[in-house]
C-alpha cells in the first residue's frame, strides 16, 4: 500500500513578488468544505530574508488538485510582541461549528535559515537576561491556538502546550469524545527510562477546556516501533473519523534523516488505543522537489481530506513546495484492518 504522487507536483510554490512567501511555501494543513465543493489550504509561507520568517498563507480549489491563492497578503499574520512574534508554522486545522480551530508550532524570535552554514549563528544566543523564561532562553518552539470563521478576522488564543518544553505537532481531534477535547502532541524532552523511550515520540492527552492540556495527564500513544522509525516521530494529519477508526497519517525521521509516513487507526471511544498501524511506510522521499529542497528528505503532510472516496494527503516537500499524494480511502483502510496494533 503506497500513496500515490500526484503528477502535477508541486501544487504550490513560492511567489517572487510576495516578500513574505518568496522562499518557500510548505507544510499545509487542509479543509474540504462539502458544501462550496472546495478545497481550503492553509500554508506555512517563509521568506527570503536572513530571520526566515514565517507566515500561514491561503489558498482554494475546487477539485483538490489545482490551487489559487486566495490574497497577496499573508491569512495569518506574526504577533508584534507576542510569543509568535517570529514564526508560525506548520498549521493543523480542524473545524467545529462555524469557526475553523488552527494549531501552529511557532517561536518568539527568528531562527535564522539553518540550512545555509553560519546562518543561525546570530540566532543562537536571544537577547535574554538568565531569569527569563525557559522558552525565550532557549527559543525553543511551543504550540499555538487560534480559530477565526473567514481567514480574515482571528482570535488568538495562546499557547496550548506546556511552555517548559519544546513541544510541537500538536493536533486536535475535530469532535470532544467523552465530552472532553483531545490532543495528540510530541514533547521533545520526553525521553528516557521514566519515558519509556528512546526517541521523541506521541503522547495524547484530554482536557475539558482547550487551555486545559499542559496540566492534563498523558499517555504514551507510539514510539519507534519499526526499521524505518529510527529517530523522532510525530503525528501529522487531524484524524479522520471512519467506521473501522479514527484515522491518522504519521511520520518517522529514519537514520538517514528521511521522513517517511505511515497510517494509525485509532478507537473511535478510546483514541488512546492504536488499533491497527502500518508495520512498513506508505511514502518515502524520490521525487526531484523532495530531495532538492532547503531539507533534502523531507515530505510532511499537516492536512487530509477525503473527497468522493479518495484520500488527499497535502504535505511539504524539501521544505521548499506544497505537493499531494493521494489513495483510496477504502483501501487504505482495508489495508489497515490487516495490520497489527
Partial sequence: MTLQRFSGNPILSPHPDHDWEDLAVFNPAAWHDEENKEVLLLYRAAESAPDYKCRLGLATSKDGYHF?????????????????????????????????????????????QFWIPGGRDRYAQPDCGPEFPHYLRTNATLTGLAMTRDFKTWVRAGWITDPLLDDRDAILFPEKIGGKFVLMHRPLEWVGEQYGTEHACVWICEAGDLMGFPHAENRRLIRNKYPWETLKMGINTPPIRTPEGWLTIYHAVGADQFYRLGA?????????KVLHRTPDFLMEPEAPYELEGFYRGAIFPCGAVVIDGTLFVYYGAGDRYCALATCPLDGLIDHLLSCPA
Fill in 264 to 272: 494509525l487507526l485509532l478507537d473511535l471511544n478510546d483514541p488512546g
Fill in 68 to 112: 489559487e491563492r486566495v490574497s497577496d497578503q499573508p491569512a495569518f499574520e506574526l504577533s508584534v510582541e507576542g510569543f509568535d512574534g517570529a514564526t508560525i508554522q506548520d498549521p493543523r486545522m480542524i473545524k467545529i461549528g462555524d469557526w475553523f480551530y488552527v494549531t501552529y508550532a511557532c517561536r518568539h524570535f527568528p531562527f535564522g
